[in-house]
């Protein structure tokens, strides 16, 4: 069983940065993936970023390429999204998850998932 939650959400102007964390707890971090996904009102979740175990790997939605970059510290049982460049189509409540299964952009293959954190672009 793992538990994630997510801080760094606020409110930013348009090209502004914000750095979302996910600290997961519990019996174990080992072996797994970890990814980012976003949900906007009345719009369905959506993935933002994907990272592996060993960090070798990334993943991002198109939409983010060159702006966000996702990492994670083992030792630390933390993962993070830098976010930069904001826009107001980035306003969501943005969403830590946790798989140990094969899964990049597939939410349904997430196991574990936090509460979210609100991210708010203004214009």
């Known amino acids: 069983q793992v538990q994630l939650a997510e801080s760094g959400g606020g409110l930013v102007q348009v090209g502004g940065s914000l750095r979302l964390s996910c600290a997961a707890s519990g019996r174990t971090f080992s072996g797994y993936r970890m990814a980012w996904f976003r949900q906007a009102p009345g719009k369905a979740r959506e993935f933002v970023a994907a990272?592996?175990?060993?960090?070798?790997?990334?993943y991002y939605a198109n939409s983010v390429k060159g702006r966000f970059t996702i990492s994670r510290d083992n030792a630390k049982y933390t993962s993070s999204l830098q976010m930069n460049s904001l826009k107001p189509e980035d306003t969501a409540l943005y969403y830590c998850?946790?798989?140990?299964?094969?899964?990049?952009?597939?939410?349904?293959?997430?196991?574990?998932w936090g509460q979210g954190t609100q991210v708010t672009v203004s214009s």
């Open positions: 990272i592996t175990w060993s960090g070798g790997s990334t």
């Open positions: 998850a946790a798989t140990r299964n094969f899964a990049v952009h597939t939410a349904e293959r997430y196991d574990y």
